[in-house]
């Protein structure tokens, strides 16, 4: 065992060196001109105006502004603003829903479709993942319309202001469009 370590060693060595030589020709040669969008939003959620739970969870704890019950169904329409404060620059919605999936009721399955006209860009996004309701929450990118068709990428739902009737999340969208998407917006 001990002989075929440095083998091993030398291998693994010339393979990320091979690997790192690939990827710099890759991005010099141009044939991959990705394009890159990032921006921040606000999602600003009224309880029992624009989001609403639908079907009672079953067991855990009860509801606050960060709880509710194992198996609560929550439904969301929330508009987006360009600034933390509500009245600022309208700029979108984002509607979808969530499933409480734990017993301590902080986390919960989401889907989410981002409807968005900001900047002249016109389309929507769609998400899925894992929600933790006061620690930030990553979700991939899993498809989109309009200007977002054949985007990736992925957002990231941080809590800013969970007290009161309304919650607001800072939203920030780290979007590309692969190569092989010919309806990247210029």
């Given at each position: 065992?001990t002989?075929?370590?440095?083998?091993?060693?030398?291998?693994?060595t010339?393979?990320?060196?091979?690997?790192h030589?690939?990827?710099?020709a890759?991005?010099?040669?141009?044939?991959y001109?990705?394009?890159?969008?990032?921006?921040?939003?606000?999602q600003h959620?009224?309880?029992?105006?624009?989001?609403?739970i639908v079907?009672?969870g079953?067991?855990?704890?009860?509801?606050?502004?960060?709880?509710?019950?194992?198996?609560t169904?929550?439904?969301?329409?929330?508009?987006?603003?360009?600034?933390?404060?509500g009245?600022?620059?309208?700029?979108g919605?984002?509607?979808?829903?969530?499933?409480?999936?734990s017993?301590?009721?902080?986390?919960?399955?989401s889907?989410?479709?981002?409807?968005l006209n900001?900047?002249?860009y016109?389309?929507?996004i769609?998400?899925v993942?894992?929600?933790?309701?006061t620690?930030?929450s990553?979700?991939?990118?899993?498809?989109?319309t309009?200007?977002?068709?054949?985007?990736?990428?992925?957002?990231?739902?941080?809590?800013?202001?969970?007290?009161?009737?309304?919650?607001?999340?800072?939203?920030?969208?780290f979007?590309?469009?692969?190569?092989?998407?010919?309806?990247?917006?210029k």
């Amino acid at each position: 065992m001990t002989t075929a370590f440095p083998y091993l060693s030398a291998l693994l060595t010339l393979s990320i060196l091979s690997f790192h030589q690939a990827a710099l020709a890759s991005t010099q040669n141009g044939h991959y001109n990705i394009k890159t969008l990032n921006f921040t939003l606000y999602q600003h959620e009224n309880i029992n105006k624009t989001g609403f739970i639908v079907v009672d969870g079953v067991a855990g704890v009860g509801v606050s502004q960060t709880t509710t019950p194992f198996g609560t169904l929550y439904v969301f329409r929330d508009n987006l603003t360009t600034h933390v404060g509500g009245s600022s620059r309208f700029a979108g919605v984002a509607e979808g829903t969530s499933l409480t999936t734990s017993f301590d009721g902080l986390r919960s399955l989401s889907i989410a479709k981002i409807t968005l006209n900001l900047n002249g860009y016109e389309g929507s996004i769609s998400i899925v993942g894992g929600t933790h309701n006061t620690k930030p929450s990553e979700y991939p990118v899993v498809g989109g319309t309009g200007d977002f068709l054949y985007v990736l990428g992925h957002i990231r739902s941080t809590p800013v202001d969970l007290s009161g009737l309304t919650v607001v999340y800072r939203i920030d969208f780290f979007l590309y469009w692969p190569p092989y998407a010919a309806k990247a917006p210029k």
